[in-house]
């Protein structure tokens, strides 16, 4: 099997030569839970050419029903290196790299990424990313879930200050949300290291309502 087999549908859709552009790309997923294994899923087999999975978790039980790269079998095992091995499976073209280390650590590896994307579940860690990411001059995409609704921002110029940071503890949710987010996340990701035009420092807040109708609204961030 060939690159240009394996990806026939995305290079009908934009030409090899932006396919190829594709896999000199590296990014870093940040949490490989519910958003980060949908964005394994989606981003790990559309052809960047390496991906860096960081967690310092372990497989639940309570978290196989929406982290969707999980088995049962995965239980107990680390998130970064579950996720790694199941989309290497998938894809023979990428490179996948996992760090069982908490983000405070990764960070001071000295490694240099076209795109950073926020997976993980507090705000703190969050705000690290944005410092780490505004540090390195490197663009980065947030996405939060809760319940009935979630968030996502391409952050550049704004700053993820804006947010009240305190540790908040997330209340229940469903694997549909997650992966909707997750997708969103992943679109907006995928645009941007394909060489597509993607809105920036605005907050996409969408959620669904008593009657199961889905909300989206926009915000401009301010910077700071």
Same mark, same amino acid.
């Given at each position: 099997?060939?690159?240009?087999?394996?990806?026939n549908?995305?290079?009908?859709?934009?030409?090899e030569?932006?396919?190829?552009? +594709?896999?000199?790309?590296?990014?870093?997923?940040?949490?490989?839970?519910? &958003?980060? #294994?949908? /964005?394994?899923m989606? +981003?790990?087999?559309?052809?960047?050419?390496?991906?860096?999975? $960081?967690?310092?978790? =372990?497989?639940?039980?309570?978290?196989?029903?929406r982290q969707?790269?999980?088995? /049962?079998?995965?239980?107990? &095992?680390?998130?970064?290196?579950? $996720?790694?091995?199941?989309i290497?499976?998938?894809?023979?073209? !990428?490179?996948?790299? =996992?760090?069982?280390? *908490?983000?405070?650590?990764?960070?001071?590896?000295?490694?240099?990424?076209?795109?950073?994307?926020? @997976?993980?579940d507090?705000?703190? !860690?969050?705000?690290?990313?944005?410092? *780490?990411?505004k540090?390195?001059?490197?663009?980065?995409i947030?996405?939060?879930?809760?319940?009935?609704?979630?968030? !996502? #921002?391409?952050?550049?110029?704004?700053?993820?200050? !804006?947010?009240?940071?305190?540790?908040?503890?997330?209340?229940?949710?469903?694997?549909p949300?997650?992966?909707h987010?997750?997708?969103?996340?992943?679109?907006? @990701?995928?645009? *941007?290291?394909?060489? /597509?035009t993607?809105?920036?420092?605005? &907050? *996409?807040?969408?959620?669904?309502?008593?009657?199961?109708?889905?909300?989206?609204?926009?915000?401009?961030?301010?910077?700071?």
């Open positions: 099997m060939t690159a240009e087999e394996y990806f549908r995305q290079i009908q859709l934009w030409g030569a932006t396919q190829k552009g +594709l896999q000199n790309k590296k990014i870093a997923v940040i949490g490989a839970g519910g &958003l980060g #294994c949908t /964005l394994a989606a +981003l790990g087999t559309s052809g960047i050419g390496e991906i860096h999975m $960081v967690d310092f978790d =372990a497989v639940s039980s309570h978290n196989i029903h969707i790269a999980f088995t /049962l079998d995965d239980e107990g &095992l680390n998130k970064a290196k579950a $996720v790694a091995k199941l290497e499976s998938k894809n023979p073209f !990428v490179k996948m790299v =996992a760090f069982d280390m *908490y983000f405070k650590d990764f960070k001071n590896m000295g490694n240099s990424y076209d795109l950073i994307l926020d @997976a993980t507090n705000l703190p !860690v969050r705000s690290e990313i944005d410092a *780490y990411a540090e390195t001059n490197t663009p980065w947030y996405a939060s879930v809760e319940e009935y609704n979630g968030q !996502v #921002c391409f952050f550049e110029k704004a700053s993820f200050q !804006v947010f009240n940071i305190s540790d908040h503890k997330p209340g229940g949710i469903t694997a949300i997650v992966m987010l997750g997708s969103l996340q992943a679109n907006l @990701a995928l645009r *941007y290291l394909a060489g /597509l993607v809105a920036k420092d605005k &907050l *996409y807040y969408l959620h669904f309502n008593d009657e199961g109708e889905l909300i989206t609204q926009k915000f401009g961030m301010p910077t700071v």
